[in-house]
């Protein structure tokens, strides 16, 4: 890759960011496209965020948007319906130089719920943060009821009636049949799952939105062996990836199978 002064600079913000396959993924895909771009990994704080989007923005670039900062980045810029909606971005990209924003975060986890063969039918999230309100997106399109599963009762509250603002009826945890871990946990090998299957009697279908590097996560892992179809998050992620595209390159075919081969640790 080489980087000159009309490098188009991409990149991927939150914290952390180091763990994140995004920038491997998405280099392979530049290079394969033909692309004068870059893709960074950049921690920084909710603070700093707007700031650093309009600069990326400004200078033709773009990127993506990860925990913790999805719900601040919703207000950096331009939303469109789907930010609107939830009110929590996480892809950026410049039009005339200034910041627009949208959610390839549903697209991504639709896409990770039909690899599980997950049912449209009660769904439980753990968690009430950025990717929790895309897990509320996609049981409004698939017509699924939710429970939810945080460490505050009043989120939790907070929570379902705001889905149910949205048109998603409530579910009781016991009844679910599809589990989404929208939380941080798992990044860590040591992370225990988030919460315990024996409290889903009726499991069948496990999304495990976070991944690690190497080995499944903890979830995924006492997924299979109680019999539930189980995957981490790296569908979600090639396909939230390759959906932004769409954006920062209106036009260019996506290079989707080298981004698979990235993630799969064939290619550096």
Same mark, same amino acid.
């Given at each position: 890759?080489?980087i000159t002064g009309t490098t188009r600079v991409f990149a991927l913000l939150g914290d952390p ?13 530049? +290079?394969?496209?033909? @692309?004068?771009?870059?893709?960074? $990994? /950049? ?33 950096? &810029? ?17 039009? +005339? ?8 975060? *549903?697209? &991504? ?10 049912? !449209? ?24 009821? /939710?429970? *939810?599963? !945080?460490? !505050? ?14 048109? *998603? ?8 049949? *599809? ?11 040591? +992370? ?21 590097a190497e080995g499944a996560t903890a979830l995924v892992r006492v997924a299979r062996d109680a ?9 979600? @992620?090639? /396909? ?5 595209? !769409?954006?920062?390159?209106? &036009?260019?075919?996506? $290079? ?13």
């Open positions: 890759m080489r960011v180091a763990h994140s396959l995004s920038p491997v993924m998405q280099n392979a895909a530049f +290079d394969a496209a033909g @692309l004068d771009a870059v893709y960074l $990994p /950049i921690r920084c704080t909710a603070e700093d965020l707007p700031g650093v989007i309009r600069t990326l923005a400004g200078t033709g670039g773009g990127g993506n948007v990860t925990v913790p900062h999805k719900l601040v980045a919703a207000k950096a &810029g331009t939303p469109d319906a789907r930010v609107r909606a939830l009110d929590v971005a996480n892809v950026f990209w410049a039009n +005339d130089g200034q910041p627009m924003l949208g959610n390839t975060d *549903v697209d &991504g986890l639709l896409a990770l719920l039909e690899r599980v063969e997950a049912p !449209s039918t009660t769904w439980c999230v753990v968690g009430t943060g950025g990717s929790a309100r895309a897990a509320v997106a996609a049981a409004g399109e698939c017509g699924a009821r /939710i429970a *939810v599963r !945080s460490r !505050s009762d009043e989120r939790a509250r907070n929570f379902l009636a705001w889905a149910a603002g949205l048109g *998603v009826d409530p579910a009781e945890v016991g009844e679910c049949e *599809v589990l989404i871990n929208a939380t941080p946990v798992g990044l860590g090998a040591a +992370d225990p799952p988030p919460v315990a299957l024996t409290d889903f009697p009726k499991l069948a279908a496990v999304a495990d939105l976070t991944y690690r019999g539930a179809r189980a995957e981490d998050g790296r569908e979600m @992620l090639l /396909i939230q990836g390759a959906a932004a595209w !769409s954006r920062w390159f209106p &036009g260019v075919g996506v $290079p989707v199978e080298v981004m698979r081969a990235a993630l799969a640790g064939r290619m550096a």
